[in-house]
């Protein structure tokens, strides 16, 4: 019956009840993507991964200057997050992984630095809900935090 339903068929039930498949589908639309980098060092494959998603999710451990480190540690920093982004057409970046040497003021400036790249970029808090549009709702906000 879903399946019917879903190509805008019109169903008849057992018990004589009728309904028409096109009361409960809307016009086509595309999906919404999101590429989720986890703990990754900058690497040739990440471009074509994050291509024209709306949303990259990248660990950001390390901060602007400690790029060495982040190679070392096989992590990523802001900058090179932001620099992909850009790079990729994303349609947002949000950033977590945050090491926890970084208290308030150092995350703002990771956000800030990385901006300076990406301007839709966002540090993401634990257990931050982000709303994720489909393309044809862009007009609500870039992220919407849920408390």
């Known amino acids: 019956v879903y399946a019917a339903l879903k190509a805008g068929e019109t169903v008849t039930l057992p018990d004589g009840r009728i309904f028409d498949g096109h009361d409960f589908i809307g016009p086509a639309q595309p999906g919404r993507t999101v590429a989720i980098f986890g703990d990754t060092r900058m690497c040739n494959r990440a471009l074509p991964l994050a291509a024209g998603a709306d949303v990259l999710v990248h ?32 349609g947002r970046l949000l950033l977590n992984h945050i090491s926890a040497r970084y208290l308030s003021p150092g995350v703002a400036m990771l956000e800030k630095t990385a901006r300076q790249i990406f301007p839709n970029t966002h540090v993401v808090k634990d257990f931050e ?6 393309r044809s709702e862009q007009s609500e906000p870039a992220v919407t935090v849920k408390s």
């Not at 070392?72 to 992909?84: E, F, G, M």
């Open 59 to 90: 660990e950001s451990t390390f901060g602007p200057d400690e790029s060495q480190l982040a190679k070392q540690y096989y992590h990523a920093t802001n900058v090179q997050a932001a620099a992909l982004a850009k790079r990729a057409g994303v």
């Open 129 to 134: 809900e982000i709303n994720i549009p489909f």
